[in-house]
């Protein structure tokens, strides 16, 4: 009986999947302010010409330089783990394949783009990177890529998060980084928001306002900004985990899943697994692709598609995304990385054109689904990671009520082993579900620019 799949070093992809090559209709341009079509040099103040050039790539595979294999072959090919515990105890037909990004030095899947993202920064000669983090994966992610590659790297984390997991932050000092609570002083972004709201819990938002104006005000131009998740190239770089994934499922015997389920945030985990099986719904396969987000922070259940910024302050281009507004300030659950006003571009996009079917879900059930996954399969999750373990238990109910054997693949984005103060505050009855208020929702569509086609 196979309890998981790895695979050999020599199986590890060479190439990246970019699913702007074969999504119908293709991408909305990302704009400026002023609604014109940006230019992809205006980008070059932020970052390097080649994650520029992935940037708008229509290239179906792009080669993985040498130098980021070697450095990801240290924990990659990840395992693709039966979870037959968990299926034992739901008793249900459906077989539960999960792909464990949790693996990673810094926990996570952050590592797979935060890599690339150094070495093609050292590459053009950046000698410090700026970057925000939500619960503190992606902040430590950049941090252990910058020390390999001998970059500075400052981070920006949200503040209700830095406070709830102050070890991330330490694990970030351990690679040599910087780490400062958002909304911070340091810089004209933080001031304007902490005069006005002196307590911020911050958000994503905010601290990528002043990740980009900490970038932008190093007139020697050595100074880069580097994104976590909603943008093309971190959706590219992330589909080294589906890659994978199909390989595995077919030493399980398994040929293509029914259904596939990740959290969102920003996207990246979630496309990084999901984008090269949409490849195959698009020439065909019936594949059920779920996207889930938080209950309290919807945007691809309740936002709408629209050119927006990427940031608070309305520093970044403006998107074709799903967003709930660039001002929206989502309430300070656990699941710091989901806590994001926007959807990346290219999940919107085959969002729209019905190839995903999003799911919502409040943070209590999320829990209980973590602690019941911990106490069959072992692995604490993170409170991100929660909700597609939620997605999941759902699915396989519905398959025994079906009686329906079905395959499920699921990314587990994280482990949590640094977020137990939120299953400590579960355990004492603490977890409140925090759901969005339609007149919340209403206030900070109003915060839309007025900027590029209606959509
Ligand atoms: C463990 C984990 N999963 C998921 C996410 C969400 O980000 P994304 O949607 O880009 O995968 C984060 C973000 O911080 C995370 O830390």
Known sequence: MRAKVGLKDTQLPRQWYNLAADLPGGLLPPRTPDGNILKPEQLSALFPEPLIEQEISQQRWI????????????????PLVRARKLERALNTPARIYYKNESVSPAGSHKPNTAVPQAYYNKLVGTKRLTTETGAGQWGSALSFASAQFGLECQVFMVRSSYEKKPYRKVMMQTWGASCTPSPSPLTRAGRAILSEHPDSPGSLGIAISEAVEAALADASGQTHYALGSVLNHVMLHQTIIGLEAKRQLMQFGEKTPDTIIACVGGGSNFAGLSFPFIKEKIEGANIDIVPVEPASCPSITRGLFAYDFGDTAGMTPLLAMYTLGHTFMPSPSHAGGLRYHGMAPLV???TRRGLLRPEAISQV???????????????IVAPETSHAVAQV?????????EKREKVILFGLSGHGLLDLQGYAEYFAGEIKNLSLQEDELKQSLASLPNAGPAL
Request: glycine residues 2%.
């Open 393 to 401: 238990i759902r699915e396989a109910i519905r398959a025994k009520e």
């Open 348 to 350: 919107s996009e085959a």
């Open 365 to 379: 059930e999320c829990f209980s689904a973590a602690v019941q996954f911990a106490r069959t399969e072992g692995i």
């Open 63 to 78: 080669d993985i330089p040498e130098e980021v294999l070697e450095i990801l072959a240290r924990w990659r090919p990840t």
